[in-house]
């Protein structure tokens, strides 16, 4: 069982930075791929990014790419997504997952979610 928790969301201007945080309970986070989605309002949940249990990553929308790092630090049970150069448009509610494979945390199929993080970018 894996409990995950966020945290960082909140309002910034647009072309502002945050830093997500998701920690994870248990002694066997560095067994699991993380990953990041978000779900602006009347859309569906998006893929953003994911990090395999030995760092590969990968990530979903060309809009993030270059922009949004997700890294992990398994001594802190934490995966984190770096947002910078922030647009009007990523405004979510941001969810951590967690899957024992990368392939299902990328399908949206993970076993583990947290309660997500509200995102609001103004113009």
């Known amino acids: 069982q894996v409990q995950l928790v966020e945290s960082g969301g909140g309002l910034v201007q647009a072309g502002g930075s945050l830093r997500l945080s998701c920690a994870a309970s248990?002694?066997?986070?560095?067994?699991?791929?993380m990953g990041w989605f978000r779900q602006a309002p009347g859309k569906e949940r998006e893929f953003v990014a994911a990090?395999?249990?030995?760092?590969?990553?990968?990530y979903g929308p060309d809009s993030v790419k270059g922009r949004f790092t997700i890294s992990r630090d398994n001594a802190k049970n934490t995966v984190y997504l770096q947002m910078n150069s922030l647009k009007p448009e990523d405004t979510a509610v941001y969810y951590c997952?967690?899957?024992?494979?990368?392939?299902?945390?990328?399908?949206?199929?993970?076993?583990?979610w947290g309660q997500g993080t509200q995102v609001t970018v103004s113009s």
């Open positions: 997952a967690a899957a024992i494979t990368l392939a299902t945390v990328m399908g949206n199929e993970s076993n583990y």
């Open positions: 248990g002694r066997t986070f560095r067994s699991y791929a």
């Open positions: 990090i395999s249990q030995i760092g590969g990553v990968t």
